[in-house]
T-cell receptor
Framework: DAGITQSPRHKVTETGTPVTLRCHQT?????MYWYRQDPGHGLRLIHY???????DKGEVSDGYSVSRSKTEDFLLTLESATSSQTSVYFC??????????????FGPGTRLTVL | AQSVAQPEDQVNVAEGNPLTVKCTYS??????LFWYVQYPNRGLQFLLK??????LVKGSYGFEAEFNKSQTSFHLKKPSALVSDSALYFC????????????FGKGTSLLVTP
């Protein structure tokens, strides 16, 4: 257990509503990531953060924004949810401060359904 | 771009038999390769990684993986499968351009039957 929690764990919402997912870590690690998991696609990177207020886009960032005002929290926001954003969302952290050889550890996931 | 491919959607094996889950990679430079396992309704659990050195990497739960540079492969193996190994397995490669994020394969579902 790498000390990662995600909230909520499940959410059902309606098209057009804003949604915020939270990732919280207790390990004080620099790098944090948001991925989405869809059948047939594996996991795909949405956004990542390399420090407080330092974020960047991943492969599937359209329709998503992120914020990191504290080291321990990384928020993912869907400004106006669409059905195509129905997915399972995973947060991950790197257990070392930085480096290409780091292992990433994943949170338990948030299952989001957009009706 | 760094990528991996998992050519099999599903692998079936009988308990006690050896298992192999295949992964091939396409990278520029040195590949940093990972295997993760996902049990139903759970997050991903790290199994093992290849960074450099010995081509046979040993990991958690009795799994190992063989790095083969000439075949650009990183297959996951276990000498004797257990029913409890049934899960979804992901191969991944480090992406040097996205904050060291991982690029994942589509996953392989392993079913071990008694």
């Amino acid at each position: 257990d790498a000390g990662i929690t995600q909230s909520p764990r499940h959410k059902v919402t309606e098209t057009g509503t804003p949604v915020t997912l939270r990732c919280h870590q207790t390990e004080n690690h620099r790098y944090m990531y948001w991925y989405r998991q869809d059948p047939g696609h594996g996991l795909r990177l949405i956004h990542y953060s390399y420090g407080v207020k330092d974020t960047d886009k991943g492969e599937v960032s359209d329709g998503y924004s992120v914020s990191r005002s504290k080291t321990e929290d990384f928020l993912l926001t869907l400004e106006s949810a669409t059905s195509s954003q129905t997915s399972v969302y995973f947060c991950a952290i790197s257990l070392r401060a930085s480096g290409s050889t780091d292992t990433q550890y994943f949170g338990p996931g948030t299952r989001l359904t957009v009706l | 771009a760094q990528s991996v491919a998992q050519p099999e959607d599903q692998v079936n094996v009988a308990e006690g038999n050896p298992l192999t889950v295949k992964c091939t990679y396409s990278v520029s430079g040195n590949p940093y390769l990972f295997w993760y396992v996902q049990y139903p309704n759970r997050g991903l659990q790290f199994l093992l990684k290849y960074i450099t050195g010995d081509n046979l990497v040993k990991g958690s739960y009795g799994f190992e993986a063989e790095f083969n540079k000439s075949q650009t492969s990183f297959h996951l193996k276990k000498p004797s499968a257990l029913v409890s190994d049934s899960a979804l397995y992901f191969c991944a490669v480090r992406d040097g351009n996205s904050g060291y994020a991982l690029n994942f394969g589509k996953g392989t579902s392993l079913l071990v039957t008694p």
